[in-house]
């Protein structure tokens, strides 16, 4: 059993940081690929980014790039989400995300968290 657990979320104000950790329980931690989504109030969960060590993939959503920065800790189980330069619409619900490979599509993931949420202030 997979099972997720995400942390960090807060209130910030735009402009600032955050840094969100998904620790999974995962036997074979590097055969995962882990990815972060996001949903906010009246919209479709999608894609922020993506961690693949077996394909060494890092995938990252075009409104993102250059600001987010997504990492591993292999030894502690955990995938990092670094958020800098964080605007109002980066407001969510941030989820992890568990498979094999990473997909861009949400119904594509076997194992999730349950999410923390990221508001940020303009």
């Known amino acids: 059993e997979v099972q997720l657990v995400e942390s960090g979320g807060g209130l910030v104000q735009a402009g600032g940081s955050l840094r969100l950790s998904c620790a999974a329980s995962?036997?074979?931690?590097?055969?995962?690929?882990i990815a972060w989504f996001r949903q906010a109030p009246g919209k479709e969960r999608e894609i922020v980014s993506c961690l693949s060590s077996s394909t060494s993939t890092i995938f990252y959503t075009a409104s993102v790039k250059g600001r987010f920065t997504i990492s591993s800790d292999n030894a502690k189980n955990t995938v990092y989400l670094q958020m800098n330069s964080l605007k109002p619409e980066d407001t969510a619900v941030y989820y992890c995300a568990a498979d094999s490979k990473c997909w861009g599509t949400p119904a594509q993931y076997d194992y999730w968290g349950q999410g923390t949420q990221v508001t940020v202030s303009s």
């Open positions: 995962i036997y074979t931690f590097d055969d995962y690929a």
